[in-house]
């Protein structure tokens, strides 16, 4: 009995419940909310929870922004809870507006590293077009290797 327990508190939520959970997150660039209604019905989901500041992270969005073309039926929507000016920067930097499939958002309530038990930046989580979970990576991970799980 006590194993089961334990399991339990050790499998992530996301193993447990393996469908695109309801959130709430204020999007860049002007905190308007996102909620998983928000989110494109049959296209494929990949949520990236990142950290401005972390080199790691840079590079991804390097390397997601350099072969956006791939991610052609696929929204990204990009995470962090850190402040929103930090997330501007970023967000500026990297000139997410100029890719609508990439929606950056800031989670105030820290949901998202609860739920998918974050312990790596980035951490990139894929859902199907049905909203499933399929797959998860932890730090640097090549582009084509996500692509795949699409």
């Given at each position: ?5 334990t399991d ?41 929870i ?13 390397m ?67 909203g ?19």
């Amino acid at each position: 009995m006590f194993a089961q327990a334990t399991d339990a508190v050790e499998t992530p939520v996301y193993m447990r419940f393996p469908t695109i959970p309801e959130f709430t997150v204020f999007k860049a660039p002007d905190s308007t909310k996102f909620t998983r209604e928000d989110l494109h019905k049959r296209k494929s989901t990949v949520f990236v929870i990142f950290s401005p500041d972390c080199e790691h992270c840079q590079r991804e969005t390097e390397m997601i922004t350099q072969n956006i073309h791939d991610f052609k039926n696929t929204q990204i929507v990009m995470i962090t809870y850190l402040p929103y000016e930090e997330m501007i920067s970023f967000y500026k930097t990297y000139k997410i507006a100029n890719y609508p499939q990439i929606v950056m958002a800031r989670d105030t309530k820290f949901f998202f590293p609860v739920f998918f038990k974050v312990r790596n930046l980035p951490s990139i989580f894929v859902y199907d077009k049905k909203g499933k979970f399929k797959k998860s990576f932890e730090g640097d991970v090549k582009v084509e290797t996500i692509i795949a799980e699409l």
